[in-house]
C-alpha cells in the first residue's frame, strides 16, 4: 500500500504562482508513472501533468510552459510548480501513481487552488 498525501494549495491572485508537493509514503517512482490531475466544479477530473522516474514529464496544452512537474526521488516526493495562474486554474489538484504494467494506481486526497483576486 501506498499513501500519497498533497500539500501547497490556496488562494493566489491571477499572474501569481503556487508549489504543491505530493509525498509518498515509500519510494515507488521507478515502477509508477507520477501524474497530477485536477478537476474544477462541475467539470471532470483531467490529467494535466506527468513525470517518469528518469525525469521525463508532459504535459496538457493549457499547463505547458506554465506549470513544471518534477520529482525527487530522495524525499519521495512530486511537485507541481506552477506560474502565471489563471482563474481557470481554480480546481482541485490530486496527486495520482500509476503502475503502468498491471494498471494499479494509488490518489491523494486533494488539494484546493483557487486563482482569484
Known amino acids: 500500500q501506498v499513501q500519497l498525501v498533497e500539500s501547497g494549495g490556496g488562494l493566489v491572485q491571477p499572474g501569481g504562482s503556487l508549489k504543491l508537493s505530493c509525498a509518498a509514503s515509500r519510494n515507488i517512482f521507478s515502477i509508477y508513472l507520477m501524474g497530477w490531475y485536477r478537476q474544477a466544479p462541475g467539470k471532470q477530473r483531467e490529467l494535466i501533468a506527468t513525470?517518469?522516474?528518469?525525469?521525463?514529464?508532459t504535459y496538457v496544452n493549457s499547463v505547458q510552459a506554465r506549470f513544471t512537474i518534477s520529482i525527487d526521488t530522495a524525499k519521495n516526493t512530486v511537485y507541481l510548480q506552477m506560474s502565471s495562474l489563471k482563474p481557470e486554474d481554480t480546481a482541485v489538484y490530486y496527486c495520482?501513481?500509476?503502475?503502468?504494467?498491471?494498471?494499479?494506481?494509488?490518489w491523494g486526497q486533494g488539494t484546493q487552488v483557487t486563482v482569484s483576486s
Open positions: 513525470v517518469r522516474s528518469d525525469g521525463i514529464a
Open positions: 495520482n501513481a500509476l503502475n503502468q504494467l498491471t494498471r494499479g494506481e494509488y
